[in-house]
């Protein structure tokens, strides 16, 4: 049901967008604060969506279509409004294009997956994956300015932003070609199976 506590958890996801987009755009170092704040909210809605579901056992076929849609609105989002407002170095807008391109790629290989009834386990390094990117997302929204609003402005927080991105982008390249080689796989078989029953019909013809 659209109104099950996980599924409007992760809605949540998609409708704090907006709110971080507002606060994005004011500039002021309250707001890269609060910024990071939001997208640290919701980020963790990610993990209490799934928690709650299963141990209540009100998983459904919406929130799973739903669920990796909110993840990589969201971080889609905020890596565009990070690369729009110069917050990334021209070397930290690498790790940002490889995260993005592969976002695109697992959201195709689920799609095709999907139609040889078929899907894509998510792996312990995935979620490793997902824990660095979301910390260095936040880190990186708030920035040394919103470091400063609560005392810590004499860490080189975007720095560390970085360094945690750069961290992500490594365990993308990892995690991207695992799926990737599942999806080889998936697709050898279906190719090997189609040519093995038209050989056989080829043979049954009089």
Not at 8 to 31: D, E, F, K, Q
Not at 181 to 205: F, I, K, T, W
Request: hydrophobic letters at 55%; charged letters at 15%.
């Amino acid at each position: 049901m659209l109104t099950d506590l996980p599924n409007l958890l992760t809605l949540s996801r998609i409708a704090a967008i907006p709110l971080l987009m507002a606060t994005c755009a004011i500039g002021a170092p309250w707001a890269d604060m609060a910024a990071c704040v939001v997208f640290s909210v919701a980020g963790i809605t990610d993990y209490f969506d799934g928690k709650i579901a299963r141990n209540r056992q009100m998983t459904s076929d919406f929130g799973r279509m739903l669920d990796p849609i909110a993840d990589k609105l969201l971080v889609g989002a905020a890596l565009m409004l990070l690369a729009g407002m110069g917050r990334l170095s021209g070397i930290g807008l690498l790790p940002a294009i490889i995260i993005l391109l592969r976002e695109i790629l697992v959201s195709g290989l689920r799609e095709y997956l999907a139609g040889l009834r078929a899907g894509l386990p998510v792996t312990r390094l995935a979620k490793w994956k997902t824990g660095f990117q979301m910390g260095a997302l936040g880190t990186l929204l708030a920035g040394d300015t919103g470091a400063r609003v609560i005392g810590l402005g004499f860490l080189p927080v975007s720095l560390i932003g970085e360094g945690m991105l750069w961290v992500a982008a490594v365990l993308t390249l990892v995690t991207g070609w695992e799926y990737l080689h599942v999806g080889l796989r998936h697709a050898g078989a279906a190719d090997a199976a189609r040519a093995a029953a038209a050989e056989n019909n080829s043979v049954l013809r009089p």
